[in-house]
């Protein structure tokens, strides 16, 4: 069995748990952590995380974060400049995740989501180098009444997390599942 289903089937074991409805923002989030290897299958398997979600009667949304910095970066009022000279960029990622946040507030609101319900956050990947995934999870969480599902590509062992394998980790307290074990 391939890697991505045996992530299905953990995603599926832990979402069948009845869920608390005292549950803090952290505690109402699953990393589901993959080898960045694996980006592609899992796109193309999205959908079966959908149907293990419908299964159990809860509501299913899927933002993407993939193409958010462009979508910023083309709306701002000194976008060629930053073209040119990309370091003036360090100083405005604070911007950046207000933007995310912002649009994030309208994707809730536009699919009526609600504590029984699941978001999916896809293309966290795109975030490398420009902000923490950390930070981007810290702020939407608060924002989700039922289940932040993140998919992870990096690594998770001793509850740190490595996002592409490319710098040192963070500690998170979300639940984490990964095809070799459930949470």
């Not at 890697?3 to 005292?22: G, H, M, N």
């Not at 590509?153 to 095809?179: C, F, H, K, M, Q």
């Amino acid at each position: 069995m391939s890697k991505i289903k045996r992530l299905v089937q953990s995603y599926s074991s832990r979402i069948a748990i009845p869920w608390r409805s005292d549950a803090a923002a952290a505690q109402r989030v699953i990393f589901c952590v993959y080898n960045e290897s694996d980006e592609l299958r899992l796109r193309a398997s999205i959908d079966e995380f959908q149907i293990e979600t419908s299964k159990l009667d809860h509501g299913w949304a899927l933002f993407d974060l993939t193409d958010t910095f462009a979508d910023w970066l083309s709306k701002q009022r000194y976008a060629k400049k930053y073209f040119q000279q990309p370091h003036l960029l360090n100083g405005l990622m604070h911007r950046y995740l207000v933007y995310i946040k912002q649009e994030f507030e309208k994707f809730l609101e536009t699919n009526a989501v609600t504590e029984g319900s699941v978001v999916a956050l896809m293309g966290v990947g795109s975030l490398f180098d420009f902000l923490k995934v950390k930070a981007v999870v810290e702020e939407l969480a608060p924002l989700v009444e039922g289940r932040l599902l993140v998919f992870f590509p990096g690594s998770y062992e001793n509850n740190n997390y490595r996002l592409l394998d490319g710098y040192d980790g963070w500690n998170y307290l979300a639940v984490s599942i990964t095809a070799d074990k459930e949470f």
